[in-house]
């Protein structure tokens, strides 16, 4: 009844940007926080960056101010804006997002399926 479908990965050289976007829709949704989380083989996933419905943003230490996440109007569509990619930024990236179904009074997390992103030096 939810999906999240993420798209915008790739392939690129360090130092270049990128930008991923993720998606959500099912019948009557109420869409609360959203977040961008990204996983390589053998680690934890790892917060990236977490956006509020009302627009509070927060990023994972180590991204030193090089990525900007963002939503749409709607506030149903994420977006992740990667400048000055770095090798070690190479991962799966996952979306996170807290919905509330028409039918139902609590709010669920839910996945994306990932997007790969590899930056190659």
């Known amino acids: 009844q939810v999906q999240l479908v993420e798209s915008g990965g790739g392939l690129v050289q360090a130092g270049e940007s990128l930008t991923l976007s993720c998606a959500a829709s099912?019948?009557?949704?109420?869409?609360?926080?959203m977040g961008w989380y990204r996983q390589v083989p053998g680690k934890q996933r790892e917060l990236v960056a977490h956006?509020?419905?009302?627009?509070?943003?927060t990023y994972a230490d180590s991204l030193e101010g090089r990525f900007t996440v963002s939503r749409d109007n709607s506030g149903n569509t994420m977006y992740l804006q990667m400048n000055s990619l770095k090798v070690e930024d190479t991962a799966v990236y996952y979306c996170?997002?807290?919905?509330?179904?028409?039918?139902?009074?609590?709010?669920?997390?839910?996945w994306g399926q990932g997007t790969q992103v590899t930056v190659s030096s």
């Open positions: 956006i509020t419905r009302g627009g509070q943003t």
């Open positions: 099912g019948s009557g949704i109420s869409v609360n926080g």
């Open positions: 996170n997002a807290e919905v509330r179904l028409r039918t139902s009074w609590v709010y669920d997390f839910y």
